[in-house]
């Protein structure tokens, strides 16, 4: 009793009766979720997104920090995002699609045709979408919808403009102070750089993206196509000669064995570094030379894709589509997230410096204007030459849509290996565009 | 006690070679939710596909290739190593870490080394003049320097493990027959390859067989290095199958690709099993 008496404060039994019934009656006033936290987060739903590491870090920034933080509060969904190198998002969806798990929403770079008996139909996304923001433009359409089953297999919310990058002292000296503007343009000027400087042209000649996309439109400008309008096989053409005779010509006056290990960072690291005269790549050689405040910033400029012999087109950079696996578990807000994050897409076209471009051109009204005048550019008026972007860019699988087909041919590099072997003089043209024709035929055989 | 070792067979052995079995006479692409038979169809697409015809070839010349230098190679380092000097055990150390680091970091170390604009090598041989500034040679870009070099960089991984086996052979060989050899007036080279070399043989054995192997099946150098570039030149099977199944959905088509390893390296387990069983009854 004299113990008790002498001390004022709580004594052990006093401390853990109080915070015992604190405990209770918090537990009371809070529901289950106190005591049981895991029922807590039961009831709060997940969306899982994989895509890539953005070209342009702060888009990701936004991405991630912004828009999905805002999403997530608002639908009470926890959000999460993983992001891999592009070069690895073909692999990790054919995991997931194999073994039927992984995220709720899937970004690729490339239309995936051949995923489409594993992913929703994606017309009610479109049709919302549409809604709100007016049409979409048909690269889209092309990219990500297929005509014999009436479904979309994905959907895409941008694509990213594939532009010449040419050093201006250069080619000024070579006697085109405005750049190439045709192929023609291109073997000429970039033969006189290297012969005077030995500075070589960049365009890849690898199995890989960059590559794949710069020699599509190279095919397409010498009116060479893999398909027609209606999926036969149209690749073994005198136009499609014509284009593998160019890409020799191109290759052993103006080139090295270097475009036969391009990366995707290589057109990047080769125009930084001051050592290729011309790639075609998307906007972000300039915007990491403006980011890191590199001398060689305003040296590099921009221009519209070339003109070849039969027309001015290429290829989009890439093509964002998401598809949403028929086994996702949050399918309902996998779609509503894509619908919502159109609402916002201006914010993303603003967070990545224009890299990506609407589909939707409602979302961003005055695009021209917005990117006609950019103060983090020498000169500010450097992507001025984007604005007329849709008139030149157009879908894998061109004309036709990009079906299975088109999209396993694709990622079999078929295209950059056969304007490779001829380049280097290991095929001629007449025998390269028949073994292309027979892999061709090969590859759409088996998806009939 | 054999559970763990029969479920991990099974689990991760069996299992999958049962299922490329069944993908490969199937029409199994990625996105597929029914398969059919199609019989030997698989087979007979890849067989038309130059890129597999060429896989075939390099994985021979890889293989092959990087066992006769690995072989030369770790049995100048066994006999090096073999002798007492100052330093030794931090050399065995230093010569291990080709073997202990993760493959795919050595061969991105290696990417770099050979890096069209970054390479160190190129950077010293226009540094010395022996070059011009853009002239100096495309290490991956070149189909026969992208050949060595994969080759190259198979060797520099397998030497050290090679070595460890070789060394750990020859001391195990009684001092008193080198010596004897010696007092018979038999100078180095007689000894090393009249005396020692036969007796070392079911041992090289065992390091080539299990090289023949690691770099057989291996992708990892080949995707990482060159991604079977320049144009097809590097690919190899297992890469080959990764990049038509995997990559470019065709499951089916990787999986006979894959099959097609299976018989070569039946008979090398074989060799490996009787190898084995001669050395323990000797």
């Not at chain 2, 291990?96 to 170390?109: E, Q």
């Amino acid at each position: 009793m004299g113990r008790r008496e002498k001390n004022h404060g709580l004594s052990r039994r006093d401390f853990i009766a109080l915070t015992g019934r604190s405990a209770l009656a918090l537990g009371a006033a809070s529901g289950p979720f106190f005591l049981f936290p895991e029922r807590a987060a039961a009831q709060q739903k997940t969306l899982k997104i994989l895509q890539w590491s953005h070209f342009v870090p702060a888009y990701d920034t936004w991405f991630d920090g912004t828009f999905c933080k805002e999403w997530g509060q608002k639908h009470d969904t926890n959000v999460t995002v993983d992001h891999i190198n592009l070069v690895d998002l073909p692999a990790k969806a054919a995991s997931e699609a194999s073994a039927r798990r992984g995220h709720d929403l899937v970004m690729l770079l490339s239309p995936p045709a051949a995923y489409e008996k594993q992913t929703i139909d994606m017309t009610h996304v479109y049709q919302e979408v549409e809604k709100r923001h007016g049409k979409k433009i048909d690269l889209a359409h092309k990219s990500t919808y297929n005509p014999k089953t009436k479904r979309y297999f994905a959907f895409s919310d941008s694509y990213v403009p594939d532009p010449g990058n040419w050093h201006k002292d250069w080619w000024a000296a070579a006697g085109f102070p405005n750049g190439p503007d045709t192929y023609e343009e291109l073997r000429v000027g970039a033969k006189k750089i290297r012969d005077t400087t030995g500075h070589p042209c960049g365009l890849g000649l690898s199995q890989e993206l960059d590559s794949s996309m710069a020699m599509r439109a190279l095919l397409w400008s010498f009116g060479g196509a893999e398909q027609d309008e209606a999926g036969n096989v149209t690749i073994n053409s005198r136009n499609t000669i014509e284009a593998l005779k160019y890409m020799k010509a191109l290759y052993q006056e103006a080139e090295t064995p270097e475009v036969f290990t391009w990366t995707p960072p290589s057109n990047n690291q080769a125009m930084l570094a001051g050592r290729v005269s011309y790639v075609a790549n998307a906007i972000s050689i300039t915007r990491q030379a403006e980011r890191e405040h590199l001398p060689i910033e305003s040296k590099i400029m921009v221009s519209r894709a070339l003109r070849g012999p039969v027309r001015r087109i290429a290829a989009e950079h890439v093509m964002d589509c998401y598809v949403i696996w028929d086994f996702a578990e949050n399918k309902d807000g996998a779609q509503q997230f894509l619908i919502d994050y159109i609402d916002a897409f201006h914010d993303g076209f603003a967070a990545g410096q224009f890299y990506n471009f609407p589909c939707f051109p409602h979302t961003v009204p005055d695009l021209k204007k917005e990117i006609a005048n950019d103060p983090r550019a020498t000169p500010p008026d450097k992507y001025n030459v984007l604005g007329d972007v849709l008139d030149w860019a157009t879908n894998v699988g061109y004309p036709g849509y990009a079906s299975a087909a088109i999209d396993e041919a694709f990622k079999g590099w078929v295209i950059p290996t056969t304007f490779a072997k001829v380049a280097r003089g290991d095929e001629t043209p007449e025998n390269a565009a028949k073994a292309a024709e027979d892999e061709y035929k090969r590859i759409f055989a088996r998806w009939k | 006690m054999l559970a763990p070792a029969v479920l991990y067979i099974l689990l991760l052995v069996a299992g999958p070679f049962l299922l490329a079995i069944f993908y490969a006479f199937s029409d199994a692409r990625i996105g597929n939710t029914q398969l059919h038979f199609v019989g030997l169809e698989n087979f007979r697409s890849i067989l038309q596909s130059p890129s597999f015809r060429i896989a075939v070839r390099n994985s021979f010349i890889f293989t092959i290739g990087s066992q006769i230098v690995v072989i030369i190679a770790s049995s100048i380092l066994a006999i090096a190593l073999e002798q007492p000097f100052r330093g030794r055990g931090m050399l065995r150390f230093l010569m291990l870490l080709p073997w202990v680091a993760p493959i795919a970091l050595g061969a991105i170390g290696w990417k770099w080394i050979l890096d069209s604009i970054y390479s160190v090598i190129s950077w010293v041989l226009v540094a010395l003049h022996l070059y011009k500034p853009f002239g100096a040679p495309m290490w991956l870009g070149e189909p026969h320097l992208a050949i060595a070099s994969v080759l190259l960089v198979h060797s520099w991984r397998l030497i050290p493990f090679s070595t460890v086996i070789l060394l750990a052979g020859r001391t195990a060989i009684p001092k008193d027959i080198p010596e004897a050899a010696a007092v018979d007036g038999a100078g180095f080279w007689r000894t090393e390859f009249l005396i020692l070399l036969p007796m070392m043989m079911p041992i090289i054995s065992v390091a080539v067989l299990f090289g023949i192997i690691f770099t057989f099946t291996d992708m990892t150098v080949v995707y990482i290095l060159t991604a079977g570039g320049p144009f097809d030149s590097t690919q190899v099977l297992p890469s080959l199958a990764f990049t038509l199944g995997i990559q470019g959905s065709d499951l089916a088509a990787g999986a006979a690709i894959s099959l097609t390893l299976v018989p070569l390296l039946v008979i090398i387990a074989y060799l490996m099993l009787r190898v084995a069983h001669r050395a323990e009854v000797t």
